[in-house]
């Protein structure tokens, strides 16, 4: 699995708060094999690897569809994604009277002396 996220990153200067999230995604590496295949041990991902099978299928074409959860790996031409979980937070305004848009914060008012 592996979780995208977009942050809220307007902080002004002098603003005394950490960016919040504002979106997460997380998928399902499907047909994706390790190089290593070591007899009578764990063969697990190394990094850089695993990191070129993440980059191979960043393209919406190579993304299934959520509903696509029994597809057959082995008859997969390629490594692919599948979309597991697409979370959005949407925060309200400081005076509570309704949402800002997504990736919308205001300041807290708190500033660093």
């Given at each position: ?85 697409h979370v959005r937070m949407l ?18 008012g708190a500033k660093i002396l």
């Amino acid at each position: 699995m592996r979780t995208p996220g977009a942050w809220w990153s307007g902080l002004e200067s002098g603003d005394y708060r950490a960016p919040l999230p504002s979106e997460s995604q997380t998928y399902e590496l499907m047909n994706v094999r390790q190089s290593a295949n070591v007899q009578g041990i764990t063969n697990l991902f190394r990094y850089d690897e695993l990191n070129s099978h993440i980059v191979s299928v960043s393209d919406q074409a190579a993304t299934l569809p959520y509903q696509e959860w029994d597809a057959d790996e082995e008859s997969l031409p390629r490594p692919r994604r599948r979309l597991i979980e697409h979370v959005r937070m949407l925060y309200r305004k400081n005076d509570l009277s309704g949402p800002l848009p997504l990736a919308g914060l205001e300041g807290s008012g708190a500033k660093i002396l």
